[in-house]
C-alpha cells in the first residue's frame, strides 16, 4: 500500500514538473494556439462576409424602398496616354466613321477628341472628375466637334455602354476587374476593348503591342468581343 502511495506521489510530481521541462518547441506551439484563440474576427472573415439573407434584410427595410446607389468613386489617377499611344490605340482597334468609341476615365478628352477628328468617329467620354469633364468640353467646343463628341460627367460604371462599338481604358488593373462582368454582359460581339499598359484579368487578347517612347515602353492590348472571354 505504501509503495502504491508512493508511485502515485511520482507520477503527481511529474505531472507537475512536465511543463517545465517541456522542448521549446512545444512551447512555441502552445504560444500559438494561444495567440489564435485571442485573434480579433473582422467583416473579411467568414461567416462575417456572407452576404445578409432575404429575411434578414427584409427586417429591416421596406420591401418598397428603392436600394440605395452606389456612390461613385474614383477608380484611377489622371494620367493621360501620351498622343502616340492615343493613335495606336485608335489604329489597333481600326476605328472608322462607323464607330462609336467610348473612353472610360476619358481625363481631357485626347481620345474621344481624337477618335471624331482624325479617324472621324463618333465618340463618347466619361469622366467622373466634374474640372476635367468640363476641360473636356471646352476642348470639343473650341474644335467644333459638338456633332461628334459627348462628354458624360459621372459614374463609368454606371454608364450605358450599349451603343460602343470600341472601348478604350487607362485604368487600374484593379478597375478593369471590375469593369469586366459589365463589359462581357453589355458590349455587343464584334466591339473592341483597347487597354492602355493595365490588362483585363481573365481575358486573352487578340494582339499587343508595344509602343516605345525615349527610355520607355507602353504597351497596347486589344480584346475582341466575346473571343475575349469566350475562348476554348
Known amino acids: 500500500m505504501a509503495m502504491m502511495r508512493w508511485r502515485l506521489g511520482a507520477i503527481l510530481i511529474a505531472l507537475f514538473l512536465l511543463p517545465l521541462a517541456a522542448p521549446e518547441q512545444f512551447r512555441q506551439i502552445e504560444a500559438a494556439a494561444q495567440q ?23 427586417a429591416n427595410s421596406s420591401p418598397d424602398a428603392p436600394s440605395p ?5 474614383k477608380l484611377a489617377p489622371f494620367v493621360p496616354s501620351p498622343m502616340e499611344v492615343v493613335d495606336r490605340m485608335l489604329t489597333l482597334a481600326r476605328v472608322t466613321p462607323e464607330d462609336t468609341v467610348y473612353d472610360l476615365g476619358s481625363g481631357d478628352g485626347r481620345i474621344v477628341i481624337r477618335a471624331a477628328q482624325i479617324f472621324g468617329a463618333k465618340s463618347v467620354g466619361v469622366e467622373l472628375d466634374p474640372g476635367l469633364a468640363a476641360e473636356s468640353r471646352k476642348s470639343v467646343s473650341e474644335l467644333k466637334l459638338e456633332d461628334k463628341v459627348t462628354i458624360i460627367q459621372g459614374d463609368l460604371l454606371q454608364t450605358d455602354l450599349k451603343p460602343a462599338t470600341v472601348v478604350t481604358l487607362y485604368l487600374l488593373v484593379s478597375a478593369n476587374e471590375m469593369l469586366r462582368p459589365i463589359l462581357e454582359k453589355t458590349l455587343k460581339p464584334g466591339t473592341r476593348v483597347v487597354a492602355h499598359d493595365m490588362r483585363v484579368p481573365g481575358w486573352e487578347s487578340d494582339r499587343e503591342e508595344a509602343v516605345r517612347m525615349g527610355s520607355g515602353t507602353h504597351f497596347v492590348f486589344l480584346y475582341l468581343i466575346p473571343e475575349a472571354f469566350q475562348r476554348q
Open 69 to 73: 446607389a452606389r456612390p461613385a468613386e
Open 36 to 58: 489564435r484563440s485571442r485573434r480579433v474576427y473582422t467583416n473579411d472573415d467568414y461567416p462575417f462576409n456572407r452576404p445578409r439573407s432575404s429575411a434578414s434584410s427584409a
